[in-house]
T-cell receptor
Framework: SQQGEEDPQALSIQEGENATMNCSYK?????LQWYRQNSGRGLVHLIL?????REKHSGRLRVTLDTSKKSSSLLITASRAADTASYFC????????????FGKGTLLTVNP | DAGVIQSPRHEVTEMGQEVTLRCKPI?????LFWYRQTMMRGLELLIY????????DSGMPEDRFSAKMPNASFSTLKIQPSEPRDSAVYFC????????????FGQGTRLTVV
């Protein structure tokens, strides 16, 4: 069963705008990860944030984590057409349940 | 490193036939995962191995599904007999460790059972 749930399911923006995707989860976690999937391809890891971290940056990506609300957000700044893809959050379970559980993803379309 | 390699990329088979999907993880990675992706259910973890030993197969949907990892560089996922509802994209992924580590995914095998 899915642990993370992304919102919105689909997002369409213009090139240059910022894109924000959200992820909510239900149980305790060790970490939360964001992955990207281009159409017909495998998933590519973007960023990992540990449960004791609140914010992390990587290039144009900014991830926040609020464990009290069991939620995370992924912000892509100055989006490009090449950012068009599906974005998934994955939670690494708490305790000894380390395996990654994925949400169903947000389909981001960046229009040139 | 070439990354995680899966074969075949596409497989079309008739209902009732045996299907074998193959995966070569990244060298040095001690965890291997098999996932299934469908529109309805998203990405589901089927089974994962640590040092070639199956650790958690609770996601394997039925006895028709089996997975093996005879050595550190090769794993198979077998469906016998296959059914149309098994149609999906099957991904293999590997990682170095399990806690707070990223997973590296293969390109997937798109399986169509007719």
């Amino acid at each position: 069963s899915q642990q993370g749930e992304e919102d919105p399911q689909a997002l369409s923006i213009q090139e240059g705008e910022n894109a924000t995707m959200n992820c909510s989860y239900k149980t305790s976690i060790n970490n939360l990860q964001w992955y990207r999937q281009n159409s017909g391809r495998g998933l590519v890891h973007l960023i990992l944030i540990r449960s004791n971290e609140r914010e992390k940056h990587s290039g144009r990506l900014r991830v926040t984590l609020d464990t009290s609300k069991k939620s995370s957000s992924l912000l892509i700044t100055a989006s490009r057409a090449a950012d068009t893809a599906s974005y998934f959050c994955a939670t690494g379970g708490g305790g000894s349940n380390y395996k990654l559980t994925f949400g169903k993803g947000t389909l981001l379309t960046v229009n040139p | 490193d070439a990354g995680v390699i899966q074969s075949p990329r596409h497989e079309v088979t008739e209902m009732g036939q045996e299907v074998t999907l193959r995966c070569k993880p990244i060298s040095g990675h001690d965890y291997l995962f098999w996932y299934r992706q469908t529109m309805m259910r998203g990405l589901e973890l089927l089974i994962y191995f640590n040092n070639n030993v199956p650790i958690d197969d609770s996601g394997m949907p039925e006895d028709r599904f089996s997975a093996k990892m005879p050595n550190a560089s090769f794993s198979t996922l077998k469906i016998q007999p296959s059914e149309p509802r098994d149609s999906a994209v099957y991904f293999c992924a590997s990682s170095r460790g399990l806690l707070n580590t990223e997973a590296f995914f293969g390109q997937g095998t798109r399986l169509t059972v007719v």
